[in-house]
């Protein structure tokens, strides 16, 4: 089946800085990408949803200069959280559809965990 | 988008069927339903998708009364390794069709 895959997987960070994480469709094009947040003991919230060569549209309460997205090509999307605080810790995963795929399934990466000191 | 409703935790042992039941009162006429699991600190996992009736994998079954008002994921003789949260989502599958997450469902499965 299709692959979507993040990196890095995890990632450590000081207050204030900057943290890119990828997410790549591996055998298939994603116009659309979806990213989410899950923190624990909960359930993944959705964050924004990014779009292949336009702007990302982000859920309600949602900070979009904090939580910056780019998706340049048809297999990449980049989540960048701006000076990163310890609330920002959570565990980001990204998803896909194959949208050649007549089932439409979503396809979920592994996800990147992200801890702020 | 519809909202899901399922049990919040469930206990089993190994070998035993599992059903986890899903309530959508007010799924749309183009929404699929989709069940995924989800181990700790990895990704959702793609479980089955349906529309009506009865689908059923090489791992689960999944059963959709006619008004779709609800679904039942069914998992046959499971073993520890299916001890996993358990989400049921309703959505359209369309290219841009985003998925919102419920609380899900914790399966515990005990030797």
């Known amino acids: ?117 | 988008l519809a909202k899901t409703t399922q049990p919040i935790s469930m206990d089993s042992y190994e070998g035993q069927e599992v059903n986890i039941t899903c309530s959508h009162n007010n799924i749309a006429t183009n929404d699929y339903i989709t069940w995924y699991q989800q181990f700790p600190s990895q990704g959702p996992r793609f479980i089955i998708q349906g529309y009506k009736t009865k689908v059923t994998n090489e791992v689960a079954s999944l059963f959709i009364p006619a008004d779709r008002k609800s679904s039942t994921l069914s998992l046959p003789r499971v073993s520890l390794s299916d001890t996993a949260v358990y989400y049921c989502l309703v959505g359209d599958s369309s290219n841009t069709g985003k998925l919102i997450f419920g609380q899900g469902t914790t399966l515990q499965v005990k030797p």
């Not at chain 1, 692959?3 to 207050?15: A, D, L, N, T």
């Not at chain 1, 116009?31 to 624990?40: E, G, N, S």
């Open chain 1, 1 to 117: 089946g299709a692959v979507v895959s993040q990196h890095p997987s995890w990632v450590i960070c000081k207050s204030g800085t900057s943290v890119k994480i990828e997410c790549r469709s591996l055998d298939f094009q994603a116009t659309t990408m979806f990213w989410y947040r899950q923190f624990p003991k909960q359930s993944l919230m959705l964050m924004a949803t990014s779009n292949e060569g336009s702007k990302a549209t982000y859920e309600q309460g949602v900070e979009k200069d904090k939580f910056l997205i780019n998706h340049a090509s048809l297999t990449l999307s980049t989540l960048t959280v701006t000076s990163a605080h310890p609330e920002d810790s959570s565990f980001y995963i990204c998803s896909a559809r194959d949208y050649t795929s007549n089932t439409g399934e979503l396809f979920f990466g592994e996800g990147s965990r992200l801890t702020v000191l």
